[in-house]
């Protein structure tokens, strides 16, 4: 069983930057990709980025590609999201995931979710 638990949310203004950590833990915890998806209020999940095991494999959704930047610890358990020049329609509820796969960008397709952090960009 992977557990994961997100953190760093938070209120900022158009601009700035903010860094998002995900702590995961678990016997099982090998192997896994990671991925950051996020969720508005009143849409869908959607998929904003992925890192494989290794992290030396990066993916991104187009809307976030160039400002957000994923990354891994040396220890692999811990997954950042590090979200520069934020913008308004970045706001929503964070979360990060695990996968057995890397790639992916379909909610139904990650195994383990974190309960996720709140973040809200001011105009």
């Known amino acids: 069983q992977v557990l994961l638990v997100e953190s760093g949310g938070g209120l900022v203004q158009a601009g700035d930057s903010l860094r998002l950590s995900c702590a995961a833990s678990?016997?099982?915890?090998?192997?896994?990709?990671m991925g950051w998806f996020r969720q508005a209020p009143g849409k869908e999940r959607e998929f904003v980025a992925a890192?494989?095991?290794?992290?030396?494999?990066?993916y991104y959704a187009s809307s976030v590609k160039g400002r957000f930047t994923i990354s891994r610890g040396d220890a692999k358990n811990t997954v950042y999201l590090q979200m520069n020049s934020l913008k308004p329609e970045d706001t929503a509820v964070y979360y990060c995931?695990?996968?057995?796969?890397?790639?992916?960008?379909?909610?139904?397709?990650?195994?383990?979710w974190g309960q996720g952090t709140q973040v809200t960009v001011s105009s």
């Open positions: 995931a695990a996968d057995t796969r890397f790639g992916r960008n379909l909610p139904f397709e990650y195994d383990a």
């Open positions: 890192i494989s095991w290794s992290g030396s494999d990066t």
């Open positions: 678990g016997r099982t915890f090998i192997n896994y990709a």
